[in-house]
């Protein structure tokens, strides 16, 4: 949380992953050419990109309109060098509690997402809801051994959220993934352990054993994972 804090308070501009992964922007509505111009000249389309990755830094804030605004003002006054219309120091602290605050209120309204999709995924036939709140459904039976947490395994998978958005897919890339069981997220350690060589699986891993109130990026916090995982093979030590 404090790292994401921290590039958020920041407004750090060296994200160009993310933005490289951005479809081109579509051509401007009447409606949008009539409020603002769109970017023409080179400079313009870059500095305009400057803003869309600004903005995303500025998206765990879910800012209200009027909050947007004052945030496109102090934006406006640094970049022309006026001098703030709030004390500095101050407003820095703030804007941490902030993001905490808003942040934290996020990962509950996941979480609440989350529980009711595994409450409904646990009524599935064979589903199996273990103490630490993994929902765990065979899909296709296998024949070899288990892994034990300290084996390394090689599996295909592909995760997504309760929504269906795909954050991940060993399958999508063509690459089955390997790795040390006791090196991942506490869901798989637990479930794949549960699995036989061959063996299909669903998981549904709440947050608190996924990748809690943080998030990862494609991941907000407090998000339940829903993965499909195939274990192919267990490394040979």
Known sequence: MQKKSRVVAMLLLAVPVACAKQSPAPSPSPAQQAGAAAPGTEDEKTAYAAGVMLGNNLKPLSLKPSELEAAKRGLQDAATGKTPAVDMPTY??????????????????????????????????????????????????????????????????????????EFDSSIARGQPAEFALNGVIPCWTEAVQKMKVGEKARLVCPSSIAYGDQGRPGIPGGATLVFEVELLDIAKK
């Open 92 to 165: 820095q602290g703030k804007l941490q509690a902030m993001i905490q605050a808003r942040a934290a209120a996020g990962s509950q309204g996941e979480k609440d997402k989350g529980k009711a999709f595994a409450e409904s995924a646990a009524k599935d036939q064979g589903a199996v809801t273990t103490p630490s709140g993994l929902v765990f459904r065979s899909m296709q039976p296998g024949k070899g051994a288990s892994p034990k947490p300290t084996d390394v395994v090689r599996v295909h998978y592909r995760g997504t959220l309760v929504d269906g958005t």
